[in-house]
Nanobody, 115 residues
């Protein structure tokens, strides 16, 4: 059973940066696709960024140019580098990995952007 664990959340001021990590108990390289999503208080869960094994990386329009998703196969981790953070980026960030039709996810990490 593959398990994913998110890390790197915290409190940051507007304009600041954070780097989130999504680590897998199994091989991250075996995952066809890994996505980051977030859920703000009182709002629906939304797609943030996705990185496939092959093909193009995708970002939500709201984070393009500010967030970067990357995969470090040696460390079995997918990262989400978040720069120029805004208050509206506040939420619980979680990663989901897909192997074929199966999906695996972690419990999420809280990101709070506030002065």
């Amino acid at each position: 059973q593959v398990q994913l664990v998110e890390s790197g959340g915290g409190l940051v001021q507007p304009g600041g940066s954070l780097r989130l990590g999504c680590s897998a108990s199994g091989s991250m390289a075996s995952m066809n696709l890994v996505v980051w999503e977030r859920q703000a208080p009182g709002k629906q869960r939304e797609f943030v960024a996705g990185i496939p094994n092959t093909g193009s990386i995708a970002y939500a329009d709201s984070v393009k140019g500010r967030f970067t998703i990357s995969r470090d196969t040696a460390k079995n981790t997918v990262y989400l580098q978040m720069n120029s953070l805004k208050s509206e980026d506040t939420g619980v960030y979680s990663c989901t990995g897909y192997i074929g039709s199966r999906s695996y996810w972690g419990q999420g990490t809280q990101v709070t952007v506030s002065s």
